[in-house]
């Protein structure tokens, strides 16, 4: 046998072994000629997918198995550009009308000495059914869907909601990015959390740490609720759900029962706060004495102030502009130079802050709510004339009085007084309801404020300081008062205890405000001191404690790095103090760290 004779032969066993692998494959598989572009071999497979006999397909034009025009050219041209094909989806009709999808497969080989080509088609029509069913389910079911691998690149799956949700054209687009399209720490910090919970063999640990992954985004204006799901060791999916309608009634409801609870505290405290309105209206009057940089603090104490006011009494729409307010007057003493918006503070403007809130009153309560009271009216300067009657009659006779009548004409003073001025009640009552309410807020377990006073009357120069209390009040709860935790650690009551009471003897008014919180650390109010630049080291070491405690009183000063509503701006104990200097009082820190503290105050009182 010859050279050649061999070498047919073994071609004929390559061909027959290359033929009986191909006639074992579950799958249609042709080979056709590059030239001719001719059926050279088909398997079984091929004979019930095209219903052709394979006597019949053998020399027949690829072409003529489709009627799908400019398909079979375009695949040739992507054969002699690309070289092969792989696992392309097309769309099949072939001649007898059998209509399917399929994954098409084309490689170069050499059969029977000449270049061709093997094919193999995989019907997917069956799939592509289920995958569009399952598509129809996630588009009708309100939710969006997607899914998205290791290197956070997003899949070509994913719902009609998902794009309405995220964005059109979602394929291969970073979630990350998507999600946090301004804040690269953020958008890294979440890719390298996803990618670490993707890599966790535990699937304990992974639910743990996926619960702590965050849960709403806010992306176009919509509340958008995520929920992740682990698919396998490299796909996350993701379940998205717009919550906005009930995000947008939540705070509808939460609205409402602000304002009730506005309504209610005005209610009750009447008096009180048309008194706050009077002060906050005379504010706005005089807005103009404080657009300078030697009044920028006393503006701050003010506004402050009021802010905790108005809070006290759950109004919504005030306490958020003087919180914005302050923001302007905060950078304003950075900087040291006035804000434009400080400098275009008009009354009218201010007045209108409150406005919203006294029309939402009015609404629930009547238009004439503030018109109507059972009071008799009194003009103040009556009042004043009798009382001089009194006081003079008292000096000009007191060497013949005795001393019962002296203290009867004391009395009638007294009682006149009353009539013009205010009881102390009306000023420290509502504190009660403030620390409860900043007890929820903060999520502090705090018995109701333990309140004990006597009738005492005072006249208008005293309303400064006791509405400035209200930051006394507002850090013993925030400050002061321990979590339930750090109370329990420390084998503390449960419920932490915050008290205040107020008396009168010999011409003094007394006024103690305690808790039985942590105290101060006087530490970490020396090293607060040294970092705001506010003493050294070797200033401080020079300092009595009394001295030291009355830090936190300083302009500036606060403990808290966050300013939050509650408090942060450093602000609120240094107008306690301004006004106290007013009045020529007094004040004492009793400070037990870790048992709580007391502030004492005592003020002179004019006959």
Not at 197 to 225: A, G, K, M, V
Not at 245 to 273: C, W
Not at 415 to 439: G, M, R
Request: net charge negative; glycine share 4%; aromatic share 8%.
């Amino acid at each position: 046998m010859d050279e050649l004779e061999h070498r047919v032969l073994e071609a004929e066993k390559v061909k027959m072994e290359v033929e009986m692998i191909l006639a074992n494959i579950l799958l249609p598989m042709i080979i056709t000629s590059k030239e001719k572009r001719t059926i050279m071999y088909a398997n079984s497979y091929a004979e019930t997918q095209y219903e052709i006999s394979l006597s019949e397909m053998i020399g027949m034009s690829i072409d003529s198995l489709y009627t799908t025009k400019g398909q079979n050219t375009r695949l040739v041209n992507q054969m002699r550009t690309q070289g092969y094909i792989d696992n392309v989806e097309e769309r099949f009709i072939t001649n007898n009308g059998n209509e399917f999808v399929a994954l098409l497969s084309v490689t170069p080989i050499y059969y029977q000495g000449e270049e061709a080509y093997i094919g193999m088609v995989t019907d997917i029509t069956k799939q592509k059914k289920v995958e569009e069913k399952v598509k129809d389910l996630l588009n009708n079911a309100g939710q969006g869907f997607l899914y998205f691998n290791e290197d956070m690149k997003i899949g070509k799956e994913y719902s009609k909601e998902a794009s309405r949700l995220l964005g059109e054209n979602l394929e291969a687009k970073d979630i990350s990015e998507i999600l946090y399209p301004k804040y690269k720490e953020d958008k890294e910090n979440f890719a390298d959390n996803l990618k670490y919970i993707l890599n966790e063999e535990d699937e304990d640990i992974q639910e743990t740490l996926i619960s702590l992954l965050p849960e709403e985004f806010i992306i176009e204006n919509r509340f958008i609720q995520f929920e992740y799901k682990v698919l396998n060791q490299k796909t996350f999916m993701l379940i998205l759900t717009d919550i906005t309608s009930k995000k947008q009634l939540a705070q509808q409801v939460k609205d409402e029962q602000q304002a009730l609870k506005m309504v209610v505290e005005v209610v009750t405290s009447m008096e009180q706060f048309l008194e706050i309105k009077r002060d906050y209206e005379k504010l706005t009057s005089k807005i103009d004495q404080f657009k300078n940089l030697e009044m920028i603090n006393a503006l701050a104490r003010e506004i402050h102030t009021f802010k905790g006011l108005f809070a006290q009494k759950e109004m919504l729409s005030i306490v958020k502009e003087l919180h914005n307010f302050e923001n302007y007057i905060v950078s304003s003493k950075k900087e040291g130079v006035l804000d434009n918006i400080i400098l275009g503070m008009s009354k009218d403007t201010m007045l209108s802050w409150i406005e919203q809130d006294i029309l939402l009153l009015k609404d629930v309560l009547g238009k004439d709510i503030f018109e109507n009271t059972n009071n008799i009216s009194i003009n103040k300067i009556r009042i004043e004339k009798v009382h001089n009657k009194v006081k003079d009659f008292y000096f000009n006779a007191k060497e013949d009085l005795n001393k019962e009548s002296k203290l009867e004409l004391k009395m009638i003073a007294k009682d006149i007084d009353s009539f013009a001025n205010n009881n102390i009640k009306i000023f420290l009552s509502p504190y009660k309801k403030l620390v409860e309410q900043l007890s929820i807020r903060l999520e502090k377990q705090i018995n109701p404020l333990v309140l004990s006073t006597e009738d005492i009357y005072l006249d208008e120069k005293y309303k400064g300081f006791l509405n400035s209390l209200v930051h006394i009040f507002r850090n013993s709860v925030d400050h002061g008062i321990e979590s339930p935790e750090e109370r329990f650690e420390l084998e503390k009551p449960e419920f932490g205890t915050i008290k205040c009471y107020a008396k009168q003897n010999n011409n003094l008014l007394y006024i103690n405000i305690s808790d039985d919180g942590k105290g101060i650390d006087l530490d970490i109010i020396k090293n607060l001191a040294i970092k705001r630049d506010i003493y050294t080291k070797e200033d401080l070491d020079l300092l009595e404690e009394q001295d030291i405690l009355r830090i936190i009183f300083l302009d500036a000063f606060s403990t808290n790095e966050i300013v939050t509503d509650v408090s942060g701006r450093g602000v609120g104990l240094a107008s306690i103090l301004c006004e106290l200097e007013i009045l020529n009082g007094t004040m004492k820190i009793v400070n037990n760290p870790t048992e709580g503290i007391k502030f004492e105050f005592v003020i002179p009182m004019e006959f």
